[in-house]
Structure formats: C-alpha cells, structure tokens
C-alpha cells in the first residue's frame, strides 16, 4: 500500500488511506511499507529531523514514527 492509495466510495474492496489527512491511520501505513520503502524514509527523515523549522510539525511526527521502526 503506498501513501498515494486512497478509499474508492464506488468500490468498497479498494481499501486505502483516505485523501482527508484527519482520517489517516499513519502507524498503519508506516507498519506495512516494506523494508526497502522503510531505509529509503529513514534516510529522507535525516534531513527533516534536522531542520526543525524547515518542515511541518506532521512531517516531523511522520519522521520521528519512522525512526523509531
């Protein structure tokens, strides 16, 4: 499941993360990305955990979710 996968009302079977950010279940998408999606955010959130005032607080969060896995 990537982060672009969203909940198609036509077809309840295409189950993904709802485009309205107040519904994302981020632990879940974190948790069921792959190792290689994983090492690839990992070295991503270096640079966004180091800029604190660059990137957004939901960003950083993300971030700080990743690399604690």
Do not use: F, H, W
């Not at 994983?38 to 800029?51: E, F, N, P, Q, T």
Request: charge should be positive; aromatic fraction near 2%; proline fraction near 7%.
């Amino acid at each position: 499941m990537g982060i672009d996968n969203v909940t198609n009302p036509s077809n309840p079977s295409n189950v993904g993360i709802s485009p309205n950010p107040s519904q994302l279940n981020v632990p879940r998408a974190v948790a069921q990305m792959s190792s290689s999606q994983l090492r690839r955010m990992k070295k991503r959130c270096v640079d966004v955990l180091g800029s604190e005032r660059t990137y957004d607080r939901d960003l950083r969060q993300l971030c700080l979710l990743i690399a604690r896995r």
